[in-house]
């Protein structure tokens, strides 16, 4: 279990490929917390600046790993890693993506920001130990009315993607309309490691 004591605590997300997510709050026993559950901290512990100089109210943020792949600390999202081709993490304001009531300059994460793929963190896990993961979740509204759904789940820690091959995962309920609401996900580690936890479009 050696390397095993990272931090981790899932909180706000929002995602797409056909999906986003808004809030989220994934709780697994040990004193392990999600970084930047909010999607509001760049790499560099700078705040995220929405709307941007360009008055766009999203915008692509590197992932994690973005300052290895030679980008500054400031034009990336803390704690999150993707397996989007292009590393990129899209977040913007709710509204962008679907009513969150009195909650819409929430900032959230959209799912398959350049291309399908998955949004993660790792964590560490004994044998058989249960994770709840709550979120929000919203269709994204020119999926053209086709029922869209998001997986919340554990993956392998190397998996590398873009999608599928979780070893435990739930879906969220289908939705066709552009408005976050609650989900919930229960699932379990299959062995005592480090793993990806995290959401894809389904």
Same mark, same amino acid.
């Not at 890693?81 to 590393?87: A, C, F, I, K």
């Not at 993506?97 to 398959?112: D, H, K, P, S, T």
């Given at each position: 279990?050696? /390397?095993?004591?990272?931090?981790?605590?899932?909180?706000?997300?929002?995602?797409?490929?056909?999906?986003? @997510?808004?809030?989220? =709050?994934?709780?697994?026993?040990?004193?392990?917390?999600?970084?930047?559950?909010?999607?509001?901290? %760049?790499?560099?512990?700078?705040?995220?600046?929405? $709307?941007?100089?360009?008055?766009?109210?999203?915008?692509?943020?590197?992932?994690?790993?973005?300052?290895?792949?030679? %980008?500054? $600390?400031?034009?990336?999202?803390?704690?999150? %890693?993707?397996?989007?081709?292009?590393?990129? +993490?899209?977040?913007?304001?709710?509204?962008?993506?679907?009513?969150?009531?009195?909650?819409?300059?929430?900032?959230?994460?959209?799912?398959? &920001?350049?291309?399908?793929? %998955?949004?993660?963190?790792?964590?560490?896990?004994?044998?058989?130990?249960? +994770?709840?993961?709550?979120?929000?979740?919203? &269709?994204?509204?020119?999926?053209?009315?086709?029922?869209?759904? +998001?997986? &919340?789940?554990?993956?392998?820690?190397?998996?590398? /993607? $873009?999608?599928? /091959?979780?070893?435990?995962?739930?879906?969220?309920? @289908?939705?066709?309309?552009? &408005?976050?609401?609650? =989900?919930?996900?229960?699932?379990?580690?299959?062995?005592?490691? @480090?793993? =990806?936890?995290?959401?894809?479009?389904?």
């Amino acid at each position: 279990m050696s /390397g095993c004591n990272r931090s981790v605590f899932l909180r706000v997300l929002s995602l797409w490929l056909f999906v986003l @997510l808004g809030i989220s =709050q994934a709780f697994a026993g040990g004193v392990r917390v999600i970084q930047n559950p909010t999607f509001e901290i %760049r790499k560099d512990g700078t705040a995220v600046t929405i $709307p941007t100089p360009g008055n766009d109210t999203w915008y692509y943020w590197g992932d994690d790993t973005c300052v290895a792949a030679g %980008r500054t $600390p400031n034009s990336c999202i803390a704690g999150w %890693r993707t397996t989007d081709t292009g590393q990129y +993490v899209e977040v913007g304001y709710a509204s962008t993506y679907g009513n969150f009531g009195g909650q819409n300059n929430r900032i959230v994460a959209e799912l398959n &920001a350049s291309s399908q793929s %998955r949004l993660y963190q790792p964590i560490c896990l004994q044998a058989g130990e249960v +994770v709840t993961m709550d979120y929000y979740f919203s &269709a994204r509204t020119n999926g053209g009315g086709t029922p869209q759904q +998001v997986s &919340a789940g554990l993956w392998n820690y190397t998996d590398t /993607g $873009p999608i599928g /091959g979780a070893l435990s995962s739930q879906n969220s309920t @289908l939705s066709s309309t552009a &408005a976050f609401t609650p =989900q919930h996900a229960v699932f379990t580690a299959p062995g005592a490691g @480090l793993y =990806q936890i995290g959401l894809e479009a389904v």
